[in-house]
């Protein structure tokens, strides 16, 4: 397999990955809101695209080893196991961690501080409801379970 097969295969296992996450949030907000989930994705469908392009971007400068590099120029001091985790390369067989690494993505922009300033969506929330953000955090209800 060639290295631009390579590539591609690790970037469709992280979407599949990210795929699947969303489906999973969407599922759970369903039955949590009592909606369908055709009516979820209706409510999120641009937070979802918004939050995939920002993982997907963030993740094809880890793929091209190149996430570190980014990492010094911002001057964000790291450890250097940090530094060599950001520097992998991934090759042939990776495909499952690139699928793992797109399963945990969304989660995982939620707590960048510097994408909160800038208005990128919050990840699904269970606790907040889909779109009123008036739920109860301490039930783990949604207004609408109430």
Known sequence: MNAHH???VNVLAFLIGAILHVLAEVDRLSKLDKKTRTQVLADRWVAILVRTFISL????G??????????DALGIPTPAFVTKILDIK????????????G???DSALGYI????????PPPIDD?????SGQGNKNSGTSPSSK
């Open 127 to 131: 606790t907040q409801g889909v779109t």
């Open 113 to 120: 501080p510097a994408l909160q300033k800038i208005g990128v």
């Open 62 to 71: 880890f793929l091209n080893g190149k996430l570190d590099d980014i990492v």
């Open 6 to 8: 390579v590539y591609a």
């Open 90 to 101: 991934m090759g042939p067989g990776y495909g499952w961690l690139c699928g793992v690494i």
């Open 103 to 105: 399963y945990a993505f």
């Open 57 to 60: 971007a963030i993740f094809l």
